[in-house]
């Protein structure tokens, strides 16, 4: 319970700070002022200011946006495809269907996720969209085996049997029956997915692939911070601590989020 | 046996400790080459290594960017101007201890200008008509027509001696007659050459120099200042370099490059087909603010695409002052108060991302807005060079007196203009230095006046040297680091 709090206070800054940058912002992220750079914090500017002289308070409030963005809608893709393609490969167990749809996951997670994204940002050229494009697409076989591990176990339940012989289809029984049963595994992974995913966005930022100038993130930041380490410590130390914040917490959340609605975990207690 | 001098020599050097000078030295390098033939590749770093250390031309650069003579001992210029005669040198000899003769010269020109040469700069050998080995120490070069820079284009890298005996294996085991010879090249690693101890000139004062390839500025730092490294020529992050100035071991060395720093405009590309668009972008761009920004003050502003230590230089950047108001006239004036939208593509140097993001602000400020691609350099060669597929690029001209490059129409920018060619084109063929001088002015001010492109500043070279180390250029008058005169202070 501690965990769950502490990690959705985190979380739950970080979200505020990026809903509070579409409307307001100390400073103005796109204005550069190359008289004011590597500023040291102060009153004036929180965070200091970075080698244009932007403020990093209100970049990393901006960079929230970005990053948030990028995890969430990589979550829904996951989700989006990977939960029906589980559903569909449990209710037909054993099946060619089954097969094509597992195996194909099995491909996608053969390759190295990072490496892919790189690929794909390669060849369809470096921007969100298509970072948003490149994570997505390795949470499609997270969510797909974690559904079917899942509801092959459910489909055993006597409730099913019962649904069964009540004359439901089986795509019924996947939406009405599995899916509310396997609804808890999911929000809890989706936590877990979403805070690689601000990983990966990072990630992907610091090699150039990500979000591209002048929209502000956090790997990009760090990555333009690098030779600036020596000089002024504080241009790379304050994204870096965002990136580290929110993935504890929503680390925290995820194992919170369990210990609340996992049954197996509550039956223990 | 080797083993045991090496020995004996460790052992000698543990004894004595401090009293022995060092007799090597290692340079850093940020690229390292993809082969080593200068004569078949534009790969600067080729020149880096090997120019003056181990291959020489018939002439050569001297520090300060004058031309000199090299292997060729003296020349004479018959009184039409097209006929150039070199008397050689006598005694020189090739690494592999061949000596050098006429034929070695008529080969290497010969080879350089043929139909399937791959010399990169072959226009620097267009105009030979014929090269003739008189007698063993004379060559009589004859060119279709005067030419004023003759001498000039001998001294370039692209232009050294080579030798038949050795030329196929060149890319990997180079042969030339400098005053250092090959010695191994670790891929990726590092390359090392040796004294060569029956050079014909001045002998090298240190016996053996290592350039060693760093790429990553925060590795350079590491190296520099752990003194891995003695020297890191063209050192990539200028933020550090107030930390080296102020480190008593450390001299900072800011010389001048021939880099004309650029933001390009794409002038067959609308809207940079009207000149009131490409001079409201360069009334638009505060240079300073891009010298203060991107490179931490190092660089001299342009107003024209010409460097300012030459002597026919002419201050134009008055033509180009930082007035965004004016800019935004401008922008009204030509149909487009509203501003525009256009591509910024950027190669890797920090000059060109650093200096993007401020022009990308800068531009926004007075409507402009850039859609900004970070391009690898095989990319930005691919669709911003050849493909010509950019509204605006930034990149660093550092071909010497390479204003030339704005009577071509084809080239990247795609400036078309009849006059500024036939001036080119006549200042080819002129030898009279006034006069030379002059057409240079002018070809600087129709450029400036016709803002073909938004000239930013002239790149400087910044190399961060050992204090104990003398004789490192400062300057880079052509891709070289010449370490025939580099000795360490006692």
Do not use: C
């Amino acid at each position: 319970m501690r965990n769950l709090t502490f990690g959705l206070i985190l979380t739950t800054i970080f979200a505020i700070g990026a809903l509070v940058s579409f409307v307001w912002t100390p400073y103005d992220v796109t204005v550069l002022e190359i008289a004011n750079k590597l500023k040291s914090p102060t009153a004036d500017h929180w965070f200091g200011t970075d080698h244009f002289g932007r403020d990093i308070f209100s970049m990393i409030m901006v960079g929230a946006r970005t990053s948030i963005a990028v995890a969430i809608v990589a979550v829904v893709i996951g989700m989006g495809l990977g939960v029906p393609l589980g559903l569909a490969a449990a209710a037909r167990k054993g099946s060619l269907l089954d097969e094509v749809i597992m195996r194909g996951n099995d491909l996608i997670f053969a390759f190295p996720s990072l490496l892919i994204a790189i690929l794909i940002t390669a060849i369809f050229g470096p921007s969100a969209v298509n970072a948003i494009i490149a994570i997505g697409i390795f949470n499609i076989p997270v969510f797909a085996r974690l559904t079917r591990g899942a509801a092959l176990s459910l489909w055993t339940r006597d409730y099913v049997l019962a649904a069964r012989v009540a004359g439901k289809g089986a795509t019924r029984i996947s939406v009405e029956h599995i899916l509310p049963n396997v609804a808890n595994l999911l929000i809890v992974q989706g936590t877990i997915q979403f805070s690689l995913g601000i990983l990966a966005e990072a990630a992907l930022s610091y090699v150039g692939l990500g979000a591209q100038p002048p929209t502000p993130s956090w790997g990009r930041m760090l990555a333009d911070a690098q030779t600036l380490i020596a000089l002024a410590p504080h241009v790379a130390l304050f994204p870096g601590f965002a990136i580290l914040l929110t993935v504890l917490g929503l680390n925290l959340a995820g194992d919170g989020l369990r210990d609340v609605l996992d049954p197996k975990l509550r039956v223990l207690r | 046996m080797t083993r045991w001098i090496f020995g004996t020599m460790a052992a000698t050097a543990l004894l004595t400790g401090a009293a022995i000078a060092k007799t090597d030295v290692t340079i850093g390098l940020q690229l390292e080459p993809p082969h080593l033939d200068p004569t078949s590749a534009a790969a600067g770093a080729i020149d880096q290594v090997l120019y003056a250390n181990v291959f020489e031309g018939l002439m050569r650069f001297a520090s300060d960017g004058s031309v000199i003579n090299g292997l060729a001992e003296d020349w004479d210029i018959s009184e039409d101007g097209k006929t150039y005669t070199f008397k050689l040198h006598s005694g020189v000899k090739f690494h592999d201890g061949t000596d050098l003769d006429s034929a070695d010269v008529k080969f290497s020109l010969d080879r350089a200008r043929a139909e399937d040469s791959v010399n990169a700069q072959k226009a620097l050998f267009a105009n030979i008509a014929s090269v003739e080995a008189v007698d063993p120490l004379t060559v009589k070069v004859t060119l279709t027509a005067p030419q004023g820079n003759f001498l000039f284009n001998m001294a370039w890298g692209d232009a050294v001696i080579v030798a038949p005996e050795s030329i196929d294996d060149i890319k990997v085991k180079p042969v030339g007659t400098g005053a250092f010879k090959f010695d191994d090249w670790k891929q990726g690693d590092s390359i090392t050459l040796v004294k060569n101890a029956d050079y014909w000139g001045d002998a090298a004062k240190l016996d053996k120099a290592t350039f060693k390839f760093i790429s990553e500025p925060t590795a350079a730092f590491g190296a520099m200042m752990a003194e891995d490294v003695d020297a890191f020529y063209s050192y990539p992050a200028p933020e550090n370099l107030a930390q080296f100035e102020a480190d008593p071991r450390f001299t900072v060395l800011a010389g001048n490059t021939e880099g004309e720093t650029i933001l390009a405009m794409n002038n067959k590309q609308a809207p940079f087909d009207n000149k009131l668009v490409r001079e409201a972008v360069s009334h638009a761009i505060d240079r300073q603010a891009i010298i203060d920004g991107a490179m931490f003050g190092y660089g001299t502003p342009i107003g024209s695409h010409f460097a300012p230590h030459n002597p026919a230089y002419i201050d134009l950047t008055g033509n180009s002052e930082y007035d965004p108001e004016k800019a935004k006239a401008l922008l009204a004036e030509a149909g487009m108060a509203d501003g525009f939208k256009t591509t910024l593509k950027l190669p890797p140097p920090s000059y060109a991302r650093r200096g993007g993001e401020i022009i990308a602000a800068q531009l926004r400020a007075v409507g402009i807005e850039t859609e900004i691609s970070n391009l690898e350099w095989a990319q930005w060669l691919e669709q911003a060079f050849r493909g010509k597929d950019f509204g605006l690029t930034i990149v660093s001209h550092t071909e010497p007196m390479d204003i030339g490059i704005y009577a071509r129409p084809d080239y990247y920018f795609q400036y078309d203009n009849a006059d500024l060619q036939k001036l080119m084109a006549d200042f080819d063929v002129e030898a009279e230095g006034a006069k030379r001088t002059e057409m240079l002015q002018q070809a600087q001010t129709i450029i400036s006046e016709d803002y073909v492109n938004a000239y930013l500043f002239q790149l400087a070279l910044t190399t961060v040297v050992n204090a104990k180390l003398q004789g490192i250029w400062p300057d880079a008058p052509t891709q070289a680091i010449d370490l025939t005169a580099v000795s360490w202070a006692e």
